[in-house]
Nanobody, 119 residues
């Protein structure tokens, strides 16, 4: 059973930075890894995805967030800069077999980590 464990969430002021980590119980080298987020009362939305060297971002985070993986091949990161109050949400990492912006294309999910950005 694949397990994904997120960490790194917290509370920051607008303009600040956070780095989220998601460690998998398997090697993720040949899988698509993604970050999604969900704010209270809203749908889960795509943030970023990576597979091999290919990446994709939602336009709302393009240029502010960076998705990457570690050399060991089992951790994916989301570096978040210039955070805005509208970035406040629970952030989830997900694993799938191909790059997609659709949450239903990912088969395994972490438990989520809260990010709160105050103005």
């Amino acid at each position: 059973q694949v397990q994904l464990v997120e960490s790194g969430g917290g509370s920051v002021q607008a303009g600040g930075s956070l780095r989220l980590s998601c460690t998998a119980s398997i090697q993720i080298t040949n899988y698509a890894m993604a970050w999604f987020r969900q704010a209270p009362g809203k749908e889960r939305e795509f943030v970023a995805t990576i597979m091999w060297s290919r990446t994709a971002y939602d336009e709302s985070v393009e240029g502010r967030f960076t998705i990457s993986t570690d050399n060991a091949g089992n951790t994916v990161y989301l570096q978040m800069r210039s955070l805005k109050p509208e970035d406040t949400a629970t952030y989830y990492c997900a694993l799938g077999t191909f790059l997609s912006r659709r949450h239903d294309q990912y088969t395994h999910w972490g438990q989520g980590t809260q990010v709160t950005v105050s103005s």
